[in-house]
């Protein structure tokens, strides 16, 4: 019972405190503190930040590791002969803060199913893989494939050193107001298994 009577008392002097600081604090000092502080924080959640935009955790799952990831290690965005390389985040994560911040809480999604297992088996991923695979179409089809042109810009393209085939499809492209996706559906991950019977699927705008 006593410790009970004292959790209020306890409550009111912390009240107190922080409404009115001691004086043996000045007030420049306690700015000073808060400042130190706020960087501490900003720099902790900036580092955890980092260490989730890295290939090695978009791969600590299974799930990644074991389908798409092996996928992608076949494709010409993990070995070329340039050696440049597009990790899981540079084409799944938003270079800039406000929208790498909306895909991050949109990932939380990605915990829950972590947790039921909805995925976790191949056949599992097999089975969702069309879900799947039209969630990143669309997010990169609204977005004009912006994760793409970090890296890739019809601007920027030589066309005289592209083959016959791709510059006009880029030409055709750039007139007619598509976007990578529409075309590249399938570069860095196995198509789902529906394209096997119709592969001209693939390059349907949704």
């Known amino acids: 019972m006593s410790e009970q009577h004292n959790e209020p008392g306890l409550f009111r002097r912390w009240w107190a405190i922080l409404k009115k600081p001691s004086v043996k604090y000045s007030m420049g000092g306690l700015l000073a503190a808060g400042f130190v502080a706020g ?12 260490l989730t935009n890295t290939e090695q955790f978009c791969i ?8 798409v990831y092996q996928e992608y290690k076949d494709t010409i965005h993990y070995s ?8 899981c985040p540079d084409c799944h994560v938003p270079k800039d803060w406000t929208h790498k911040m909306i ?11 972590k947790v ?3 995925i976790d088996t191949p056949e599992k991923f097999e089975a969702k893989r069309l879900e799947l695979a039209r969630h990143v179409w669309k997010t990169m089809k609204e977005t004009d494939s912006r994760e793409c042109r970090n890296c890739h810009d019809f ?17 055709k492209g750039l007139t007619s107001g598509k976007t990578c996706i529409d075309c590249h559906k399938g570069i860095a991950h196995s198509l789902p298994a529906i394209f ?3 592969p001209s699927a693939a390059f349907k705008v949704d």
Not at 80 to 87: E, P, Q, Y
Not at 155 to 171: G, I, K, L, V
């Open 155 to 171: 601007e920027s393209m030589d066309y005289t050193e592209q083959t016959p085939r791709a510059m006009r499809n880029h030409e």
């Open 196 to 198: 096997e019977e119709d």
């Open 60 to 67: 600590s799952c299974h799930e990644m590791r074991d389908n």
């Open 39 to 50: 960087i501490i924080f900003w720099g902790g959640f900036n580092t955890a930040l980092e």
């Open 80 to 87: 070329n002969r340039t050696g440049v390389r597009a990790t």
């Open 103 to 113: 895909r991050k809480i949109q990932a939380s999604n990605e915990l829950l199913h």
């Open 116 to 118: 039921l297992g909805t």
